[in-house]
């Protein structure tokens, strides 16, 4: 009796067990908004471990921020009113093409008449790349000593450094002088931050704070969310009159957690006119979808921003978990295949989906002089190898590929024909353009572009070539890891 129980009991087991592994295939199958690589790289991934394939589905394979966070910032989304400002028209047919679909996003069209400056320090050698960021910083410290009505902060990494520690003390300064002051730091980025002194000297100031996604997973909902989602924004806006946006987080270029790595090479540009509003709804719908606090009034109750002569078109647009899924890739995509002569890349984290992959290497094809400058060592070991992996695909398409050594090159840019620029916190890969909260300007102006691109060039004056021969002499080890986590990127 007892071996047939055994029996029984293991038939019963091995059923349960196929019927949870079958399942989590279909579920994986007919999950929307999911490109055909992911599913086959979760099929993959389900069907050759099924324990381990199973629970990493439960934990990562679907992006969800819960039904009613996502509720929440739906109805803050169409609640609040869709930034106007000053409407540009776009004489250009292919910079219009590139707008419309970023303005298909959130709704935010391309606005004229803004100021928008490029901080750091003009006399910085490019040897020197630190020198940026630092300037960047202390420029964004005089504008919080500044403000007068409100502060709205978001980031994802701050640190409990320097250059940390000198922001905190400036938004409690203006808390204490009456401004309020509204601070949000990713949960995930910042944990230490937030689990340390600085976040009570903020909440002790009188400083409204808040760890963006905290509760994720939650309990009833664990097994189906992703457990790694991120608010990675980076946008400070002041008085309804000043943004700041970029790839800068609010450290030390040193970067103590990973100094081995530093320092981390960033960018960070100051934005005056109607680009500001744009940047306003971005911060007050997430905000309000994680406190549910009214700031619903706050736009509209500010004076229209000032229109500057002969200012720069732009326009601002933010993805996350509950935008529809590939649209930060459609806005890189589109703005690759606007270019007609000359395309500069910069990015930390190279793992592109499919489509993006493609319109890289189709640029060069198609005579466009393409250039890509990645870190030569980055702090993630598998982007790394995945990036690498695309290396001999890049260059037999033409793309000229540098690799950065002074640093962890952290700027997110593209310019294209001098003319148009990308600048934001979405990194080439998985991670930002299927499930973080990303922020990002599309400037249509030569002036500003020119002094981008000139920012490029300095990283690309100290870059290296990679060369065709030294990626085919990689041993076979090296190849075959890269290649193995290349396929598995769908699921990173």
Same mark, same amino acid.
């Given at each position: 009796m007892s071996g047939?129980?055994?029996?029984?009991?293991?038939?019963?087991?091995a059923v349960g067990g196929f019927a949870i592994h079958l399942a989590t295939v279909l579920r994986a199958i007919t999950r929307p908004n999911r490109t055909p690589a992911a599913r086959v790289a979760w099929i993959a991934a389900i069907m050759c471990l099924p324990v381990i394939g199973v629970v990493a589905y439960l934990f990562l394979g679907e992006t969800s921020i819960g039904r009613g966070r996502t509720q929440r910032l739906c109805?803050?989304?169409?609640? *609040?009113?869709t930034?106007?400002?000053?409407?540009?028209?776009?004489?250009?047919?292919?910079?219009?093409?590139v707008s419309d679909l970023c303005r298909s996003i959130n709704g935010f069209g391309p606005t004229a008449g803004n100021r928008i400056v490029l901080l750091g320090d003009p006399d910085a050698p490019a040897t020197e790349p630190t020198r940026d960021c630092d300037a960047a910083i202390k420029e964004l410290i005089e504008a919080l000593d500044a403000a007068t009505e409100h !502060?709205?902060?978001?980031?994802? !990494?701050?640190?409990?450094?320097e250059n940390g520690g000198r922001v905190a003390d400036a938004i409690c300064a203006a808390a204490r002088r009456g401004v309020t002051c509204r601070v949000m730091a990713d949960a995930l980025g910042s944990r230490a931050f937030i689990h340390g002194p600085r976040w009570r000297q903020l909440r002790e100031a009188g400083v409204? $704070? *808040?760890?963006?996604?905290?509760?994720?997973?939650? *309990?009833g909902g664990f097994a189906l969310k992703r457990v790694d989602l991120r608010n990675h924004r980076k946008l400070v806006v002041i008085d309804n009159r000043i943004a700041f946006c970029g790839s800068q987080n609010c450290a030390d270029p040193q970067f103590l957690p990973k100094a081995k790595y530093a320092p981390w090479i960033d960018i960070l540009l100051r934005c005056e006119g109607p680009v500001v509003r744009q940047a306003q709804h971005l911060f007050l719908a997430t905000w309000i979808a994680e406190t549910d606090e009214d700031l619903y009034g706050l736009p509209?109750?500010?004076?229209?921003?000032?229109?500057?002569?002969?200012?720069? $078109?732009?326009?601002?647009?933010g993805t996350g978990p509950t935008t529809y899924g590939g649209l930060m890739s459609d806005s890189f995509v589109s703005a690759l295949y606007a270019a007609g002569h000359e395309l500069i890349i910069s990015t930390p984290y190279f793992v592109p989906d499919e489509a993006l992959f493609r319109a890289v290497c189709a640029a060069p094809r198609r005579g466009v002089a393409t250039t890509l400058i990645v870190p030569a060592r980055n702090d993630s070991a598998l982007v790394a190898a995945a990036s690498r992996s695309a290396y001999s695909d890049l260059l037999t398409a033409g793309v000229r590929l540098?690799?950065?050594?002074?640093?962890?090159?952290?700027?997110?840019?593209?310019?294209?024909?001098?003319?148009?620029?990308?600048?934001?916190?979405?990194?080439m890969d998985r991670r930002s353009l299927e499930l973080n909260f990303?922020?990002?300007?599309?400037?249509?102006?030569?002036?500003?572009?020119?002094?981008?691109?000139?920012?490029?060039?300095?990283?690309?004056?100290?870059?290296?070539? $990679?060369?065709?021969?030294?990626?085919?002499a990689q041993p076979f080890r090296t190849r075959l890891f890269g290649d193995v986590v290349g396929m598995a990127s769908p699921l990173l």
């Open positions: 047939a129980s055994d029996d029984l009991i293991g038939a019963v087991v109805d803050a989304e169409s609640r *609040l009113a930034p106007s400002g000053a409407g540009a028209k776009l004489g250009d047919p292919v910079a219009a093409s !502060i709205h902060v978001s980031f994802y !990494i701050w640190l409990d450094d409204h $704070v *808040l760890a963006a996604l905290e509760d994720i997973p939650r *309990l509209a109750a500010a004076p229209e921003p000032e229109q500057h002569r002969k200012g720069v $078109v732009a326009q601002m647009f540098f690799e950065y050594p002074l640093g962890l090159l952290h700027t997110k840019t593209i310019t294209i024909d001098g003319r148009i620029a990308f600048v934001g916190s979405a990194n990303e922020n990002n300007l599309l400037v249509f102006d030569p002036g500003l572009t020119a002094t981008i691109r000139q920012r490029q060039l300095g990283y690309l004056s100290q870059s290296t070539a $990679v060369e065709a021969e030294t990626v085919k």
